[in-house]
């Protein structure tokens, strides 16, 4: 299972910007899709994620309604962040397990967003 995440860049705060993570090879199995971030200088933090059968998405605490993962589990996710905060500055990661995998085995590369104050 490979994973590419796109979609980021420079944006002013207060401005919206949308994700995108594409997944290829044998996505049959796959059970869940996540979205991770990692801020300059701090460990990576979950943001959300999706698990098949199981409803609308979970989100951080911190995502405070201004995050919208959608999309499927086996094709195309996405993250859509609006009233964007300069503390949302990082790379974010999109990443995806299998069914009886606790943690998220497979990650793409990263996209970084940046939020201009």
């Known amino acids: 299972v490979q994973l590419q995440a796109s979609g980021g860049g420079l944006v002013p705060a207060g401005g919206s910007l949308t994700l995108s993570c594409v997944v290829s090879?044998?996505?049959?199995?796959?059970?869940?899709r996540a979205w991770f971030r990692q801020a300059p200088g701090k460990e990576r933090e979950f943001v959300a994620h999706?698990?098949?059968?199981?409803?609308?998405p979970d989100y951080a605490d911190f995502t405070r309604h201004r995050f919208t993962m959608s999309g499927s589990i086996r094709q195309t996710i996405y993250l859509q962040i609006d009233a964007l905060k300069p503390e949302d500055t990082a790379v974010y990661y999109c990443?995806?397990?299998?069914?009886?995998?606790?943690?998220?085995?497979?990650w793409g590369q990263g996209t970084l967003v940046t939020v201009s104050s």
């Open positions: 990443a995806a397990r299998r069914r009886g995998e606790s943690n998220y085995v497979f």
């Open positions: 090879g044998n996505t049959d199995t796959l059970y869940a």
């Open positions: 999706k698990v098949w059968g199981g409803g609308n």
